[in-house]
């Protein structure tokens, strides 16, 4: 085989020279693009924000990306499915070897494509059943309080209020919102929201219906209404709802979720609240057709009562029948009561011939006579009653008094020899007790010479000393000392502090500078320590 290779003054590119210069020149070439295709592959955001999917046609497909940023400011949302015009600029991604748009802003190809997605939202919702009639809530007749959606500058809210005020003036609460632009679906949402969020007796009021309020526009402009948060918020809402968005040929997704839908926002207040002339002249006219009801009522119950006073007999007719009845009656009852008196003086002389023979002062003599008799025989019985008794206390006080002697002798036959062996443990226990204390006493003796000969005070009081560090901790070598280094010194009578001048190499020696009062008292101590040979610790 040849080794020679081809000549060629092509110069040598990296991977990554090839991709970053193809990078630049897709984007120097294709600063701008408007592209129109279908969204394939759309999940929604990742979990980064950025949106990732593709844009396609009968016969090309190309990767599309749009950052968090610019999807927070987008208008209009990409759904599946859905043809679209995305605006932005290419580039490739080197990792990939693959192109790419970077949306910068997006819109739907036309208002079929609106149509076709506000379709599918429909079918979608209406599925879950947020546009079921058994939702919808009855209109309060004569609501007290109105609150209203709109925005607080355009003709709509003041239609409104000249309407209500022409018609019933009462309390409106105006919460203001965008009605069209990015941000409208989001703000009328919270506004429904709000105002069922406001407590029952709170100080702001709570409405007893709301009205949800924009004037016409295109399809764009209403888009907002069509928002799906917007659509939920005016099905969940506790407080009937009433949609006058746009024209009365105009719809939108909130006019299938509302209680009611009024074609304009004019005939919205004129739905809410009824007319008070009308309702004024409906009152007076029904207090008067009360009043002759009433006026016809009564002459009719007079003329009844005229026609029944007639009819009834006289009170003497009336009262004829029972007089006499009431006369006889008092003839009986005379002679009942005579007979009665009667029987009841006979029972009475019955009972006081009765009582007579039980009087307490009869029956008192019995007892006495009674209680005689009794006391004569126990006085007869006493002495034969009492006699063996007596005899049988006596014996058993003789056999008690014998049983007692007997046990005392018993018992003083058992203590003696008790007594005896008594005094022979106490004399051991003196003995074992005076024995163990001498032993012990050695034992103590022994440790109190073994501490001595190992405490450390003695040897401080030999003359020598304890050198510590400033956490408190024996330094036992030279070399533990550095220079500066805070030092405490302990002798027999005490401690001193001071520092260290010197270093604490091997071979060398460190020069402590006593820090009390009494420092060169204590070297020369420490000189004169040398000098008779007893040698230094530090």
Not at 199 to 218: F, L, M, N, Q, T
Request: proline letters at 5%; one cysteine or more; a positive charge.
């Amino acid at each position: 085989m040849s080794d020679s290779t081809p000549a060629t003054n092509a110069p040598e590119l990296s991977v990554s020279e090839l991709s970053q210069s193809l990078k630049r020149t897709i984007e120097d070439r294709f600063g701008l693009v408007r592209v129109r295709g279908e969204v394939s592959g759309w999940r929604g955001p990742h979990s980064s924000g950025h949106c990732y999917f593709a844009l396609k046609d009968e016969g090309a497909r190309i990767d599309a990306i749009i950052w968090k940023g610019v999807y927070g400011r987008l208008r209009f949302k990409p759904e599946e499915g859905l043809e679209v015009i995305a605006t932005g600029k290419l580039t490739t991604y080197p990792g990939k070897s693959s192109y790419q748009i970077v949306i910068d802003s997006i819109e739907p190809a036309g208002v079929g494509a609106l149509l076709a997605q506000l379709e599918e939202r429909r079918r979608k919702l209406a599925a879950e059943g947020l546009f079921d009639d058994a939702r919808k809530q009855l209109l309060p007749y004569m609501p007290r309080t109105i609150g209203v959606v709109t925005s607080p500058t355009g003709a709509v809210i003041r239609d409104i209020l000249h309407r209500i005020h022409d018609r019933f003036p009462m309390h409106v609460i105006v919460w203001p919102v965008r009605v069209q632009g990015e941000t409208s679906g989001q703000e009328v949402s919270r506004a429904i929201e709000g105002f069922n969020a406001l407590p029952e007796k709170g100080p702001i009021a709570r409405p007893d219906v709301i009205i949800v309020a924009r004037g016409g526009g295109s399809l764009e402009d209403l888009w907002g209404f069509n928002d799906e948060i917007v659509v939920r918020a005016a099905a969940a809402s506790m407080i009937p709802l009433i949609s006058a968005v746009g024209h009365e040929t105009d719809w939108t997704l909130i006019d299938h979720a509302a209680d009611v839908r009024a074609p304009t926002p004019t005939a919205a207040a004129e739905i809410a609240v009824p007319v008070r002339a009308d309702l004024l002249a409906k009152i007076a006219a029904l207090s008067a057709r009360l009043e002759g009801t009433r006026s016809r009522l009564l002459e009719r119950r007079r003329s009844d009562l005229r026609a029944l006073a007639r009819a009834l007999p006289s009170g003497e007719d009336i009262l004829a029948t029972p007089r006499q009845q009431t006369d006889r009656a008092g003839e009986r009852l005379r002679t009942r009561i005579a007979a009665i008196l009667g029987e009841r003086q006979l029972q009475i002389s019955r009972a006081g011939s009765l009582l007579a023979r039980h009087s307490p002062q009869a029956e008192f003599a019995r007892r006495k006579e009674r209680l005689a008799a009794l006391s004569g025989r126990l006085m007869r019985l006493a002495p034969i009653l009492t006699k063996a008794p007596r005899e049988a206390l006596k014996n058993t006080d003789m056999r008690l008094r014998t049983a007692m002697a007997n046990r005392a002798a018993f018992a003083q036959q058992r203590i003696g020899p008790q007594r005896e062996r008594l005094q022979d443990f106490q004399n051991r226990l003196r003995h074992a007790v005076a024995s163990l204390c001498e032993r012990r006493m050695t034992q103590f003796r022994a440790l109190e010479q073994l501490y001595k000969s190992l405490n450390y005070q003695s040897v401080l009081a030999r003359g020598f000393a304890i050198v510590r560090d400033g956490g408190d901790r024996p330094v036992a070598n030279a070399s533990g000392v550095s220079a500066g280094m805070s030092l405490s010194i302990q002798f027999s009578d005490g401690r001193v502090a001071a520092h260290a001048d010197g270093g604490g190499a091997h071979g060398g020696s460190s020069d402590i500078q006593s820090a009390a009062p009494g420092a060169r008292q204590e070297k020369a101590r420490v000189a004169k320590a040398r000098a008779q040979g007893q040698g230094s610790l530090f």
